[in-house]
């Protein structure tokens, strides 16, 4: 691991949700838009095998980087990813399509990623999309995938219907809108 610039905390924010076409290549353009115009040094990667999209933004910094083999995660460009983000100061959004959800899902929870990530100094940071109508039961189960596994930022869940954040485990009660 590389020593990190201790003036600035370094972030990475990972976007995704197990539903298709809810939003989260566009939440990973806003925030990479609201980073860059904070002076934060960003990098976006588009992980969606199957929809680049957010590489598709020629202005804004995003490098397409493909961790699937079939199913499951390709060791060997996740490692590149995790080296990649350890040689670094940049912050960093990625955008984790849909038909890679599950794989990369399994994978971070098995091996801690998140847990791995924060050990380097890093914040870790989810934004996981959830949508009201049609597919309310289904980003809300996405969620729920989520959660079950483990939350980094010690487990703390701010649902926009509460004041002040919970623990995710123990209290995240689903309120339909």
């Not at 599950?102 to 990623?113: A, E, K, M």
């Not at 959830?130 to 809300?140: E, K, S």
């Amino acid at each position: 691991m590389t020593e990190k610039n201790l003036n600035t905390k370094q972030s990475v924010h990972i976007i995704l949700q197990e539903k298709g076409g809810i939003g989260k290549t566009y939440g990973s353009s806003l925030l990479l838009q609201y980073l860059i115009s904070q002076g934060v040094s960003v990098v976006g990667i588009d992980t969606d095998p199957s929809n680049a999209t957010l590489a598709g933004y020629k202005s804004l910094p995003v490098t397409q980087l493909n961790i699937m083999d079939g199913n499951s995660i390709d060791i060997s460009c996740f490692d590149n990813l995790m080296v990649m983000i350890d040689e670094s100061d940049n912050d960093y959004v990625i955008d984790i399509g849909s038909s890679n959800f599950i794989g990369f899902n399994d994978y971070v929870l098995s091996q801690d990623i998140y847990g791995m990530i924060e050990s380097m100094g890093i914040n870790v940071y989810l934004h996981i999309i959830c949508v009201g109508g049609q597919a309310n039961d289904q980003t809300l189960l996405g969620l729920q995938k989520i959660i079950a596994g483990g939350v980094p930022q010690a487990g703390k869940f701010q649902p926009p219907w509460q004041g002040s954040p919970v623990d995710a485990e123990k209290e995240l009660h689903f309120r339909r809108c």
